[in-house]
């Protein structure tokens, strides 16, 4: 049983991990398209974001796995031959326990560790893709969008890097947009990142006081391709980025509209592990419980679903209310541990129960 339920969620959760991994990777195409990235880079900067895919969807499949592994054992009437065997319910669920235990430890492995690693080093690269390496991948015969407020247009390129046929279409300065033409060019490596050498060219201004167009013509001229405006000279870290400790003790440069959300994205690394042991016993409580039926029963798995579609609706609702109030934080932990509590009372109580009481009455 231990090994049907490792084997299922590997390849549930390698293949969910796959469609989403599809489907959030389309949101970097754009950026991979106009700035000529290779497929390799591509390929590393989505990757740092599976971690974040697992530990995200590993408490769901967890219960998605247990449900359905437990509940073809009870169609194929396996688990009622193991019952007139003698095993009790806590012996079925001991692989399903085993395995949400080890899920346990790699959920925590992932929120606490791999997670802010993984994902600090998703956004490094990617501001160094929108930063420094747009400008270092220029193509022929493309307008290469270096930001938003920077423009590039390269005619071709010499074996020796030499660019020719430039135009700069820069207006990072406001209310000063400027047109710059060279007709040749060298990319060269600077103090603060990439800057573009120009030869033997005009920068054209239009003076918004009197309408006339200003043409300075230079023999050479240095544009930083690195940093865009001042905004863009550091980059601000997200909170899944900081560390535990960091979130639940926020630096004081962290705005205080923001304190809430940075404690209740600690707390929520915290739960959402133990989230996959109380979604697991749902799935069991759904299974063991309840009398034996020849033709099956769906209500029960039916409401496992439900409960558990709730449950994750539930901790959405209170993560944002507790971000609001940060006296009902604790309800995040009892909507993580509750109902897994509830479901081992249900399942395991009268069988303790009915244990402790056969030898009293065998002496009576």
């Known amino acids: 049983m231990f090994r049907q339920l490792l084997v299922a969620l590997v390849a549930?959760?390698?293949?969910?991990?796959?469609?989403?991994?599809?489907?959030?990777?389309?949101?970097?195409?754009?950026?991979?398209?106009?700035?000529?990235?290779?497929?390799r880079v591509f390929l590393e900067l989505t990757g740092l974001l599976v971690p974040n895919f697992v530990a995200v969807i590993l408490p769901i499949t967890t219960f998605v796995v247990v449900q359905f592994v437990?509940?073809?054992?009870?169609?194929?009437?396996?688990l009622t031959v193991m019952r007139a065997a003698g095993l009790s319910s806590w012996r079925l669920s001991r692989p399903a326990l085993v395995l949400t235990l080890g899920v346990v430890g790699s959920c925590y492995a992932l929120n606490l560790w791999l997670v802010p690693v993984s994902y600090t080093a998703f956004r490094e690269y990617q501001f160094e893709i929108r930063n420094r390496m747009a400008a270092l991948l220029l193509q022929e015969g493309v307008f290469t969008p270096i930001s938003d407020d920077l423009t590039v247009y390269v005619r071709s390129r010499d074996q020796d890097g030499t660019l020719r046929g430039i135009l700069v279409e820069d207006a990072r300065q406001k209310n000063s947009r400027a047109t710059i033409l060279a007709e040749t060019g060298q990319l060269v490596e600077g103090k603060d990142g990439p800057r573009v050498v120009l030869h033997n060219g005009s920068r054209q201004q239009i003076d918004r006081a009197t309408g006339r167009l200003n043409v300075l013509t230079f023999a050479e001229n240095t544009i930083d391709l690195a940093t865009t405006n001042k905004a863009n000279e550091q980059r601000y870290r997200d909170a899944a980025e900081m560390s535990t400790s960091e979130l639940l003790h926020p630096p004081p440069s962290v705005f205080a509209r923001d304190v809430g959300k940075l404690k209740v994205e600690a707390h929520r690394r915290l739960t959402t592990p133990l989230t996959a042991a109380s979604f697991a016993m749902v799935a069991l409580l759904s299974v063991l419980s309840g009398a034996f039926q020849?033709?099956?029963?769906?209500?029960?798995?039916?409401?496992?679903?439900f409960s558990v579609v709730g449950l994750l609706a539930l901790g959405l609702a209170i993560g944002n209310l507790a971000a609001r109030q940060l006296d009902l934080v604790p309800l995040i932990y009892l909507h993580a541990t509750l109902p897994g509590l509830y479901c081992a009372w249900r399942l395991f109580g009268p069988e303790m129960f009915t244990r402790r009481l056969r030898p009293k009455l065998q002496t009576a």
């Open 70 to 78: 437990y509940q073809r054992l009870a169609g194929d009437r396996e």
């Open 12 to 39: 549930v959760t390698v293949g969910l991990v796959a469609l989403i991994w599809l489907t959030q990777s389309l949101r970097l195409i754009e950026l991979v398209l106009n700035h000529g990235l290779s497929l």
């Open 294 to 305: 020849r033709h099956g029963n769906l209500l029960r798995p039916a409401a496992a679903v």
